[in-house]
Every structure is written in C-alpha cells, then in structure tokens.
C-alpha cells in the first residue's frame, strides 16, 4: 500500500514537470513564430529611421545646389564662396545624376522634382559634348597639331612621359610644371621630333613654375614671365613660323584657388592673371593660340572671360566630359589614390578665328602625371598658307 501510494505521488510529481515543460515549451515556440505580417512591421519600423536621414540628406543636397546655381545667376564670382562654388560644379552635378537615378527607382517624386533644376542645368551644359557638331574645314586647308601637358614637376620618372609625347606626334607642344631634370631630358631625347625647343625651368627648384614649347617650326620669338612671388605669373610666349605664317602661342599655367603660395584662398589673382592674357591676346594680329593648364573649369567664369574672344577647341568637337585631372591611375608613390576617377576639365587649348577645329581628345594615359594631356588638331583655312 505505501508503495502504491509512493508510486502514485512519483508519478504526479512527473507529470508536473512535463506539463511544466510542455507549456515553456509553448511559450518559447509561440515568441519564436511571429507572423509575417508582424516580422515585416517590425522590419519596417527598424528602417523608418535610416531612411529618413537619407530623404533628409538628398533633400538638403538638392536644395544646396539650387542655392549654388541661383547665387551663380544672380550675385556671381563678385562673392569668394560663389567662385569656389563655380570652380567645383561639375563634379557636385556628377554627384547628382545617381541620386536621381534613385530618387526615379524607388518613386520619390517630391526629391526628383527638387533635383530637376540642376538635371536641366547640366543638360544645358553638358547634352553638347555628346551630340554631332558638324566640323567643315576645305580639303586643301593646312592644319597644325598641338598638346598641352603639364607634367606635375615631375623629376625622376621622365621616360613614360617622353614616351607619350614622341606617341602623341604633335607639331607643338606646350609643358607646364617642367623641372630642370625633365627641360635637360627632353631637350637631347626629343632633339629628332623638334629642332625647336625653348625650356625655362624655374631656376630656384620651384618646378611648379617651369614651362617649355616643343616644336617642329621655327621659334622666331620667345619670352618667358619671370616668377615673383607670392603668386607667380607662370606664361610663355612664343612666334613661331609655320610654312611662312606667324602663330603666336601663349603656353599658361593659371594659379590655383589652393592657399599653396602661402596665402589664404584667394581667386582673384587667377582671374586678374586670365583677364591680362586674353587682353594680351586679343592685341596680337594674326592667329593665336593659348594653351596650357588654366586651373579653371568651363562653368567658372573665368572660362566666359576666354570664350568670348577665343574658341575652345575641346568644346568644339570633343565628345564626352574631357576631363583631364586628376589622374592618380600611375606608379608613381607620392600622389593620390589610383581609385580616384578624374572630375575636371581645367587643360584647354583655345584658339581665335585663323584657325578651325578638326579634332580635339584627352590622352588615354597621362605619363605618370596627375593631368592628362590634350591633344588638338587645328585647321588654318584663314591664313595665306
């Protein structure tokens, strides 16, 4: 009898526990078996937050490049800031055209109407670069090949970027930031391609401000700006003779916004320097050409300061965004990033009414520099050739 009563209460106290367990067990398998309309609540709720910062984030873009360009059309480069705001435009649009793409893809109307404005803007600056421009130039009219490269001040790796210019085979060619090392090289390696040559390498180790001119017709006048500090006129001048016909060609290298000279973020020596040159310019007679690394972007106004006495050759007939820095994509150790894709256009050659554009490309490599070089083929139907 006491064992039945002892079995008895073992097997009450058993089935406690199972009960006990089975409804943990319940408990436990009912919290992990949340329905799916409720899994997907909570994942909504947990990505309101983040996707509102972006909302916000892209809304207040948008609205700061409407600020950009209604200060541009409005106060101008007369304010400091709206110049710096000119000069970095282009790559603040290119930031732009995914964000949209995405604004598009997910719906988000109100964000997409706010980027409209600065979409027609780059369209109207930039929808030409990529349409046909009828180029006619007569069959039996000369034409003159130029490039414009600046070379970093580069002094040890020299022989990818003489080996550039003896490719690209151009008629003449304007150097910029050339050092005393690059001047001695190219002045015995590239003796073969041209019997012209006149190098100034800054005398004092400032490379930055040496400029020289390779050319395959004679050198008939040469000057070259002396640099004084603290922001250096850095411009070549030089006649040369083709066939008979004078070409004057101005080899420039603008200074940049960048407090580098020691002083504060300062554009007015760079517009003081191209308001001379164009003045300089539109005094020569006969075809003239100015080429170089200007420092200054198509929407700056710097470049309005130009184009309404020269022409751009890029602009003429180029095709795509011709971008020509910076190019980190090198062996060289002691630049940037080789990930970094090139943003600015700042390397021209412009030309005045004597001449005609025929073709004008960025170089598919740059020589170790951070520019690319510009290559142009003009036309001369206007001279007496």
Same mark, same amino acid.
């Given at each position: ?6 079995? +008895? ?24 078996? #949340? ?16 996707? @509102? #910062? ?37 790559? @603040?649009?290119?930031? &732009? ?7 598009? /893809? ?45 070379? !970093? @001040?580069?002094?040890? /790796? ?15 060619? %304007?150097? !910029? ?5 690059? %001047? ?40 070259? =700006?002396?640099?004084?500090?603290? #922001? ?12 008979? !016909? ?13 407090? #580098? ?14 308001? +001379? ?15 170089? +690394? ?21 602009? @003429? ?9 910076? +190019? =980190? ?10 990930? &970094?894709?090139?943003? !600015? ?17 960025? =170089? ?15 036309? &001369? ?5």
């Amino acid at each position: 009898m006491e064992m039945s009563i002892n079995g +008895d209460a073992t097997l009450g106290a058993r089935g406690d526990w199972f009960l006990v367990f089975g409804y943990g067990w319940l408990v436990i398998v009912d919290g992990i078996c #949340i329905k799916r309309d409720s899994l997907r609540t909570i994942t909504q709720s947990l990505w309101k937050f983040p996707q @509102a #910062i972006l909302q916000f984030l892209a809304a207040l873009y948008a609205v700061m490049l409407l600020v950009a360009l209604v200060l541009r059309f409005t106060v101008g480069e007369r304010w400091m800031l709206v110049g710096v705001l000119n000069n970095n435009l282009t790559q @603040a649009l290119m930031i &732009m055209l995914p964000i949209l793409v995405i604004c598009l /893809l997910f719906r988000r109307w109100r964000l997409a109407v706010l980027y409209a404005p600065s979409f027609i803007f780059f369209l109207w600056a930039y929808l030409p670069y990529y349409l046909p421009r009828p180029v006619e130039v007569p069959p039996d009219a000369p034409q003159i090949s130029l490039l414009t490269y600046n070379l !970093q @001040a580069e002094e040890a /790796l020299l022989d990818p970027m003489e080996a550039l210019i003896r490719a690209a085979d151009a008629d003449v060619v %304007a150097l !910029q930031e050339m050092s005393t090392p690059a %001047a001695k090289l190219f002045d015995v390696a590239l003796s073969d391609l041209y019997p012209y040559r006149v190098f100034y390498p800054e005398p004092n180790g400032g490379a930055y401000h040496g400029r020289g001119l390779l050319s395959r017709y004679p050198i008939v006048e040469h000057y070259f =700006w002396p640099v004084r500090y603290p #922001i250096p006129v850095r411009l070549q001048r030089a006649v040369l003779d083709v066939n008979g !016909q004078l070409v004057t060609v101005y080899n420039f290298h603008a200074p940049p916004s960048q407090p #580098i000279y020691g002083q504060g973020v300062d554009l007015a020596p760079r517009a003081e320097q191209i308001t +001379d040159l164009v003045e300089m310019a539109e005094g020569e007679d006969g075809a003239v050409l100015l080429m170089g +690394d200007f420092n200054t972007t198509d929407l700056d106004e710097n470049y309005g300061r130009i184009t309404a006495h020269f022409s751009d050759a890029f602009r @003429a007939v180029g095709w795509g965004m011709g971008f020509t820095n910076p +190019d =980190w994509q090198h062996d060289n150790p002691r630049r940037g990033a080789s990930w &970094m894709p090139m943003y !600015q256009r700042i390397d021209y050659v412009f030309y005045n009414p004597f001449f005609v554009a025929v073709e004008a490309k960025v =170089w598919s490599s740059s020589g170790g520099s951070d520019h690319r070089p510009l290559y142009v083929v003009l036309a &001369m139907p206007n001279t007496a050739l």
